[in-house]
């Protein structure tokens, strides 16, 4: 590999010969891999990244496979099927594109990680419902160079500024429910994230290729009411109603894993 990413960690498991490509068993194998070594990980750092490399699938519901799997939590990339079987130009193509990954993968840590309080990137995409977060579950960043992804994440920040409730300090969603950033002496950050199942866990730990700050979360609270009577989804995307526990606020994690448990 070449000097600038020989030090990054390489995870490409194998899988049976008809299981190759953007299968859905590839794609499970591919994400336990990345969580087995994730979970080695004794601290959470703000350099770290993660992208995710495959040939361009045959399909589009392939890609939907994919992204529905990782596309919240790593950079996706996709390399030419001409590519295919050509191992050595497969990995130049490869570490070519990396460079040009790098300042794309730094504009995104400056919005998820350094603004995380007053950017939408680092949101819990189940539970903020307005159309910022439904754009953001789509594959947003696709082919733009560093200046157009530069203005995305800026017309993004406006429109969510434009989302803010001065009086209770946080976003205002279309279910009446503000959610407000959390102090970073709140954060209280683990080495690693809480939430159920291996996507949870990738979700806590990166959005878009970048990390996220450890233990940053959202005091959300009700604009409507002195409790929260609104259905809300956990990280594995079950629905939690909480009209009967008489909650003031829960903390939602940008994985959407929701504390206290009920």
């Not at 560093?146 to 203005?151: A, D, F, N, P, Y």
Request: charged fraction near 25%; glycine fraction near 6%; proline fraction near 6%.
């Amino acid at each position: 590999m070449s000097s600038g990413i020989k030090g990054a960690r390489i995870v490409a498991p194998a899988v049976k010969k008809k299981q190759v490509g953007a299968t859905r068993p590839a794609i499970s194998i591919a994400m336990d891999s990345l969580v087995s070594e994730l979970a080695k990980a004794t601290s959470h750092s703000e350099p770290a990244r993660l992208s995710l490399w495959f040939y361009e699938p045959e399909n589009a519901d392939q890609f939907r496979a994919v992204w529905a799997a990782f596309g919240h939590s790593a950079w996706v990339e996709t390399v030419p099927r001409s590519l295919v079987n050509k191992i050595g130009r497969t990995r130049q193509y490869i570490e070519e594109r990396v460079n040009v990954l790098k300042p794309l993968l730094h504009e995104v840590s400056g919005a998820a990680y350094a603004n995380r309080k007053t950017s939408p990137l680092p949101l819990p995409l189940r539970n903020f419902r307005t159309p910022i977060t439904q754009q953001l579950k789509t594959y947003w960043y696709n082919d733009l160079d560093v200046e157009s992804l530069s203005r995305e994440i800026g017309s993004l920040r406006a429109r969510f500024r434009q989302l803010r409730d001065r009086t209770l300090d946080g976003y205002r969603d279309e279910k009446a429910l503000v959610f407000k950033p959390a102090k970073d002496n709140e954060c209280h950050g683990l080495a690693h994230p809480i939430g159920t199942g291996n996507k949870a866990f990738a979700c806590g730990r990166f959005r878009y290729g970048v990390a996220l700050f450890p233990g940053f979360h959202y005091d959300v609270s009700s604009a409507k009411s002195s409790t929260l009577k609104v259905e809300l989804e956990n990280s594995s995307g079950t629905v939690r109603s909480l009209g009967g526990e008489k909650r003031r606020y829960i903390n939602i994690f940008p994985n959407d894993h929701l504390l206290p448990e009920k």
